[in-house]
């Protein structure tokens, strides 16, 4: 497979696990810079928290789960995006498109 091609798998597996995160977590705009421009670092295995960093100054901030949401979906979608990298990298034998990826989401202000 064309390594083009996963490139943009991923990029559209990480739009879908942006928009289905944002329900589950309270994110916070950054409380260093205030930006709200976010990265999804990686959800625990079990979903009941997440690891984000801000966008502009690398901030790393962390969220639980909101009662009573499921996080499967959410899980499953870090699965596929896992496996897809894993395979990016051993097609083309290093991390840099990794990091060409865009996987930003915008929070939204309170
Ligand atoms: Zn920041």
Do not use: W
Request: proline share 5%; net charge positive.
């Amino acid at each position: 497979m064309n390594e083009k091609i996963i490139i943009q798998e991923i990029q559209s597996l990480y739009m879908a696990l942006n928009k289905v995160v944002l329900p589950l977590y309270r994110f916070k705009n950054c409380p260093k810079c205030g930006g709200n421009v976010m990265n999804i670092l990686r959800i625990s295995p079990t979903g009941k928290s997440i690891e984000y960093s801000c966008e502009n100054c690398g901030e790393v901030l962390k969220e639980k789960i909101i009662a009573g949401k499921n996080p499967v979906k959410a899980l499953n979608l870090q699965d596929s995006i896992k496996s897809k990298l894993h395979k990016l990298v051993s097609l083309i034998g290093d991390e840099v498109h990794k990091r060409e990826i865009d996987i930003t989401f915008t929070i939204n202000r309170p």
